[in-house]
């Protein structure tokens, strides 16, 4: 009987400890080099009149849009309807973008040689890579080197160890 519970004592005792040991290690570097673009939007001719105690004596005319040509723009006519009495006139005229002999934008290289200037234009510069580099060792080192305006780059490591 002695010798039994000496077994089963030694044997509760003597339980090997179990964990779950997870290791995990994660890596990445990302570069980038901003891509040159343009935005251009044409804008219409566009003629507005406005006023008081004055009387069109002869319409304005607008031509018509060619490619390569202006518009043209014969303003009104106009006379003080009531003589004596307060008037206000106003007149505006807006001549509209030709129409481009090229609908589309080319990209040589990485670049846009040239670019359409219309009414409304908004134009970005691409990035230049220059050194832009980036690596990571075998051992977790991590080395970044910078490029030129309009790059980015980004790097981590990521170590987890987890015991249950």
């Known amino acids: 009987m002695k010798r039994l519970a000496l077994v089963l004592g030694i044997s509760l005792f003597a339980t090997p400890v179990q964990a779950d040991i ?61 003589a004596g009495d307060a008037f206000s006139y106003s007149e505006s005229y807006t001549e509209g973008d030709d129409v481009p002999t090229v609908l589309s934008t080319t990209v040589t290289s990485g670049v846009v040689p040239a670019l359409p200037i219309f009414g409304s234009t908004t134009t970005t510069s691409g990035g230049v890579a220059g050194t832009l580099a980036g690596t990571i060792a075998t ?8 490029g030129n305006s309009g790059t980015t780059a980004i790097g981590q490591v990521i170590q987890e160890l987890t015991i249950k």
């Open 22 to 82: 997870t290791h995990r290690i994660q890596s990445s570097v990302s570069l980038s080099v901003d891509g040159a673009g343009s935005v251009a939007t044409r804008i219409p001719s566009s003629f507005a009149v406005s006023g008081s105690n004055v009387t069109l004596s002869t319409e304005p005319v607008l031509g018509t849009l060619t490619s390569g040509t202006a518009l043209g723009y014969t303003p009104g006519e106009y006379s003080i309807t009531t």
């Open 139 to 146: 051992d977790g080192a991590l080395t970044i080197t910078a």
